[in-house]
């Protein structure tokens, strides 16, 4: 998937939004070689692979463990997906509990 940098750019943005909504502490950078860069503190990393089928859009093949953080490489088709999954678990979270 080719993407401009503006809708790079507005994937993170969505992506930032997602985790935030989960109370996600997190660091993500758009990188110039068109991929993303997220950073996440040990507990935030089992924090978001908690939520169901996450582990599964994360790039294992991708990743870096640092001693305090783990830093992970996503594509732009990943970075949409995983924001795509979050917003939908959050709404679907919501609904449960909107009565």
Do not use: K, W
Not at 43 to 67: H, K, N, Y
Request: charged residues 20%; glycine residues 6%.
């Amino acid at each position: 998937m080719n993407m401009t940098t503006n809708a790079l750019a507005d994937s993170c943005t969505r992506l930032a939004a997602s985790l935030a909504r989960f109370s996600i502490d997190h660091y993500i950078e758009q990188q110039p070689n068109g991929y993303v860069l997220l950073a996440l503190g040990h507990s935030q990393r089992l924090a978001l692979q908690a939520l169901p089928t996450v582990e599964d859009l994360l790039p294992i093949d991708r990743q870096d463990r640092g001693v305090d953080t783990t830093r992970f490489v996503l594509t732009a088709t990943e970075t949409e997906g995983l924001a795509a999954h979050l917003e939908s678990a959050h709404a679907l979270g919501r609904g449960s509990t909107d009565r």
